[in-house]
């Protein structure tokens, strides 16, 4: 099957800016991205990597997020522990540990090393608390996300040959029935 990646570009910006406009997020948010290119590609997660289809799927996302101020993590896969590619200046913002590795596509992903090529100061940790995120192909964000996650459903459902799963997150509910929340 031939990849069609302006439709994976534009599937993958439509997503973003759908979630962007349901999740309420700042500046200096974080939106979490699990993108199994070989899921996209109509593959098995993990066993058909494809730089084509992360390239599409970031070139979609990756701009969106920019212009508006909120940072893109992009998740590795299982071969890193689903470890974090992120921006420097992200990392120590929130004070994430900064671990060392360098994705490949067969260890990382071909999405996170897209990712890593193409930011300003790239680095990889462990754990993040995102406030939103995409889960492109099955890749298992919700270790990533804030306590609360409330899924979201966007008009489109896939991209590429992939599903596609979307939370935004919230603050947690306390104290009981006397409690007054926003």
């Given amino acids: 099957m031939e990849l069609n990646l302006n439709e994976i570009e534009l599937q993958s910006r439509k997503a973003v800016e759908e979630l ?6 700042h500046a200096g948010d974080i939106v979490v ?3 199994s290119s070989s899921e996209i590609a109509g593959g098995q997660i993990g066993h058909a990597s494809t730089l084509d289809a992360a390239q599409a799927a970031f070139r979609g996302i990756y701009p969106v997020l920019k212009e508006k101020g909120i940072f893109l993590a992009a998740q590795c896969c299982e071969h890193l522990n689903r470890a974090l590619i992120l921006e420097r200046a992200c990392a120590e913002k929130y004070g994430y540990e900064i671990v060392n590795v360098h994705p490949q596509p067969k260890a990382g992903g ?3 090393t897209t ?3 193409n930011f300003e100061s790239p680095v990889a940790v462990e754990h993040i608390k995102a ?3 995409l889960d492109i192909g099955g890749t298992l964000i ?3 996300l804030r306590d609360v996650a409330v899924p979201v459903r966007l008009s489109l459902d ?3 040959q992939a599903l596609l799963l979307c939370a935004r997150t919230r603050p947690k509910f306390i104290g009981g029935s006397r409690a007054v929340y926003d």
Avoid: P
Avoid at 20 to 25: I, Q, R, T
């Fill in 142 to 144: 919700g270790m990533h």
């Fill in 20 to 25: 962007l406009e349901v999740a309420n997020l």
């Fill in 158 to 160: 896939h991209v590429g």
């Fill in 33 to 35: 991205v699990g993108c």
């Fill in 131 to 133: 406030h939103a995120g």
């Fill in 115 to 117: 990712t890593w090529e």
């Fill in 110 to 112: 071909s999405f996170a």
